[in-house]
């Protein structure tokens, strides 16, 4: 009796330190996954990431969706998935006094959206951002990767229109870090891609330019 008094405490202090073990494992797993899913934000236009986490929960209710948000939140995702297409069609440039300009690619070249010194800089200076096939590709990348974030790895988004798949959400946060970096890698290095549109790191002054002021 007295040995099996004492075995009890031991076995208690196992269970209760196997238990923190557990959790303490979960809570790495949780934290690995939550950077994980922000390092693929990262790949899309900062101001589309802003709205994304900040509307995607209201107007999705946090997940308890009526049928008003049934309407609403497929009209928002589609809205920030032009958003991230449209940006991988812009660029930058430094333009007077160093200020970064910002413009739209077209096939002639790089339309300025405002910049009343756009006119003397000439032609040739804004054909070198013309419009290139790789551009499509990257605006596809960056809708897909919106869309698997949205659509798959929300959990609001989840629970509002397929709750039944809301256990199956948790592998595909998991997942889905590795599978768009390794898609990633494959993209960037096929189809290089050196703008800084909007949402994204803005161009860098030239070595002449900095010289020369």
Known sequence: MEE???EEPKNAAATAEATGQANSTARVMADATFQSIGDVLKLLP???VILYEV????VTNTGD???ANKVVTPILLAFLAFLCAFSTFTDSYVGAYGKVKYGLATPRGLLPFNDDDAVSRGRDFFSKYRLRPADFVHAAF???VFAAVALLADANTVACFYPALKEQQKKVVMALPVVVGAIASVIFVVFPSTRHGVGYPPAKPETSALASQ
């Open 4 to 6: 099996g008094i004492k």
């Open 142 to 144: 960056a809708v897909a």
């Open 55 to 58: 509307l995607t929960p209201i």
């Open 65 to 67: 969706c009526h049928l």
């Open 46 to 48: 900062t101001a589309t």
